[in-house]
């Protein structure tokens, strides 16, 4: 258990049933009065943030989580799952919870996810994935348009802009931070 | 590496013995490890020896002083409070304080102006005003004096005894009170606490339910508490008892009393006595967002 006295930022706590990080935490304690714990906590979950303040005496349970590496094997409806390939273990996460992550969700990407328990909260990819277009519209020699880029569909379903020089079937590089398109796999 | 920060401290300390020792104060030095503070309900000791303390303010000593004949008197000494750690405290600190005897708390107030200005004048000489978090404050200026109360009304919409009952008391003061003093250009003066918020401080003559006690702001920042002092010998050791019974309530050490100083009450004449923090101080005078920023180290650097 950890006390009022241990918060600071970047701890992890247990409230209401989810594991909640500290980003911003402050003491206050007006003249000869008693002490405050002013802190600002996100939920890992869902991302929310909450404000709370604490008095001396109260206690908190640490949120235990795990980063563990597996591969993406399948979607099924909204759920996506993964498995662990040492343990064969597999766990279910919700479209909802996976984010922007699902955009670059191909079959045996190897990922690292976070674990509340029994739990999968979140993943996070790797920097850069390559994935391959599966539709995009002919870039017209001489298009005096002016556009430097043009929508593309790559075999997640995930739509971004690229280059005009980019046809069907390459391979490019997205940058999963930005969503971005980075370059184009040559060879 | 701080070097500004540093060598505006330097100048606020020089700054402040100048201003005391131009106006015929003492400048005395009392043992920083004692057997006993003033027992505080909310305010935790750092023990040491078996049964010796770190001082949590040089009250107890200087008012001995007082009692011994001396009239005014002033110290610059760290203190000690156990687990206060935040952007604006640190548990050893610099605390200034003085005391007069044959004053009550008006007059404090007025050296809180003078002192303010003298330090405003000289240490931040192009500019002679204070900052925090971006906003300016000038000492020149008209200070606002308004009482607890007062301020529990106009600022939190509420009465001050119910928020003492509720057990809301700091929770209004620090989102609703002290946020609303950031709003005045000039220092504020919180004045008259309920009685029962004033452990060392003499009850108002003429209104029994508050204490001559007073905090003076800048900028929504605490930065002095000062009081008439109580002279009753047996009216203090029964406030001592009462904050060692709400420690006990509240699972925290009970604390001895400080005798000799309880035995030297009786020749304390009427006197006032203040205390100010000097890095609170040093952060208006350098803007500084955070108390980390004016001291040469924080414990977590050590």
Redo the contacts between chains.
């Keep these: 258990m950890y006390t009022v006295a241990d918060l600071k930022k970047g701890l992890k706590i247990i409230l209401d049933g989810d594991p909640y990080l500290v980003v911003a935490f402050d003491f206050v304690k007006p003249g000869k009065g008693q002490a405050l714990y002013r802190t600002k906590m996100r939920n890992m979950i869902n991302g929310t943030l909450l404000d709370r303040t604490y008095r001396s005496g109260e206690s908190f349970e640490p949120a235990s989580l795990e980063e563990r590496s597996m591969e993406y094997l399948y979607k099924e409806g909204e759920h996506y799952t993964f498995m662990d390939q040492q343990t064969f273990e597999q766990v279910v996460m919700e479209e909802e919870t996976l984010g922007d992550a699902k955009n670059y969700l191909l079959e045996n990407l190897k990922v690292e996810v976070m674990l509340f328990g029994e739990k999968a909260i979140g993943i996070s990819l790797p920097n850069f994935v390559n994935l391959r277009v599966t539709e995009t519209e002919q870039w017209a020699k001489g298009d005096t348009s002016g556009n430097d880029s043009k929508p593309a569909t790559v075999e997640t379903g995930y739509v971004l802009r690229v280059p005009p020089f980019i046809e069907e079937n390459e391979l490019i590089v997205i940058d999963t931070r930005t969503g971005e398109y980075s370059t184009r796999v040559k060879g | 590496m701080k070097t500004d920060a540093l060598w505006l401290r330097a100048n606020v300390i020089k700054t402040v013995r100048d201003f005391f020792w131009e106006r015929g104060f003492l400048e005395v030095e009392t043992p920083l490890l004692i057997p006993a503070n003033a027992p505080?309900?909310?305010?935790n000791p750092i023990h040491t020896l078996p049964s010796w303390q770190l001082q949590t303010s040089p009250e107890i000593c200087m008012k001995r002083l007082l009692g011994n004949g001396h009239r005014k008197l002033f110290q610059i000494s760290h203190c000690w409070r156990s687990?206060?750690?935040?952007?604006?405290?640190l548990s050893e600190f610099t605390m200034l304080e003085w005391y007069r005897a044959g004053s009550d708390y008006r007059v404090l107030m007025s050296d809180c102006e003078e002192l303010l200005q003298s330090v405003a004048a000289n240490c931040t000489p192009d500019r002679p005003r204070f900052v925090h978090n971006a906003a300016t404050y000038n000492p020149f200026a008209p200070w606002h004096r308004l009482s607890v109360q007062e301020a529990f009304l106009r600022f939190g919409n509420t009465d001050v005894w119910e928020c003492l009952r509720n057990g809301l008391?700091?929770?209004i003061?620090?989102s609703a009170i002290?946020p609303a003093f950031a709003a005045f250009d000039a220092p504020v003066i919180l004045m008259d606490y309920p009685a029962e918020?004033a452990?060392l401080a003499r009850i108002k003559p003429d209104d029994q339910n508050v204490a001559e006690r007073f905090?003076l702001y800048v900028g929504g920042l605490?930065l002095a508490?000062g009081f008439s002092e109580l002279t009753d010998p047996n009216e203090q050791r029964l406030r001592f008892e009462e904050a060692n019974c709400a420690r006990s309530r509240?699972?925290q050490r009970v604390l001895p009393l400080p005798e000799p100083f309880l035995r030297s009450l009786s020749a304390l004449p009427p006197s006032a006595g203040i205390a100010l923090g000097i890095d609170r101080l040093v952060m208006l005078t350098a803007g500084a967002a955070a108390i980390d920023e004016v001291v040469a180290f924080t414990p977590e650097e050590l």
């Design positions: 505080e309900e909310h305010i687990n206060e750690r935040g952007s604006r405290h008391y700091e929770e003061l620090t002290e918020l452990a905090e605490e508490n509240a699972g």
